[in-house]
């Protein structure tokens, strides 16, 4: 058994204003994918600005955090919220669906796409490969903050997390989401839009990976006390909404290679 790193989920306070590694995770992930998208901009238009590539990564930030808010108030947790509808903007705490963070990220491209004359597809493909930098960025989050963790186990590499009621070791399923969404899901998407793909096959690619490791995690990781298993003892939530993305990813890579030309590498 490994012990658990003790880190204070505050990583500075200053009076009474305090500073969460949870936040600091989100600004390196929205940080780090500015950084690579600036990088490639030339190789997916020339005549885009530094200031509108800004302008994209921020309208896209906010469908990050206000649909991933929101998408876990609606898939997770929602009687909690009508409840106490302030805890909402109690972000600090943790409580953010990805799912619902990828439908904010839809929406932005839509209407950004719209007002820069770019397809809703244009604009996914040329994001997703960086998406990786903010899920992987999230989830060493959820470890720090001690959320999330898995089934307990005799694994040698289990941990015993202070959250934990019952002090069992368990499987550290934050890092393996982090080995797989963030790192092993970045490396498969840089590495296949290096070369020139069809529009969609980027972004199909994407839905098919993150839909695969997340419902394979989703078998050693607890799932959210209000909601438990929500079928044979083993179906979650999340493998629930892992499924359409699943889907819908091996669909739009078959239609990509089927109906279009093979679009301009966009990695450098």
Known sequence: ???????????????????????????????????????????FDPTWTKEKLSDMVFWM???????????????????AYLANPTLIFEVWKGGMSFHGGFIGVMLAALWFGKKNGKSFFQLMDFVAPMVPIGLGAGRIGNFINAELWGKATDVPWAMVFPTDPAQLARHPSQLYQFALEGVALFAILWLFSRKPRPTMAVSGMFALFYGIFRFIVEFVRVPDAQLGYLAWNWLTMGQVLCVPMIVGGLFLIWLAYRRAPAAPAAAV
Do not use: T
Not at 8 to 32: E, F, S
């Open 61 to 79: 930030s906010m469908g990050v955090i206000v649909g991933g808010r929101l998408g876990y108030v609606l898939f997770y947790d929602l009687n």
């Open 1 to 43: 058994m490994l012990p658990y790193p003790q880190i204070d989920p505050v990583a500075l306070a200053i009076g009474p204003l305090k500073i969460h590694w949870y936040g600091l995770m989100y600004l390196i992930g929205i940080g780090g994918a500015w950084w690579l998208a600036s990088r490639r901009l030339n190789r």
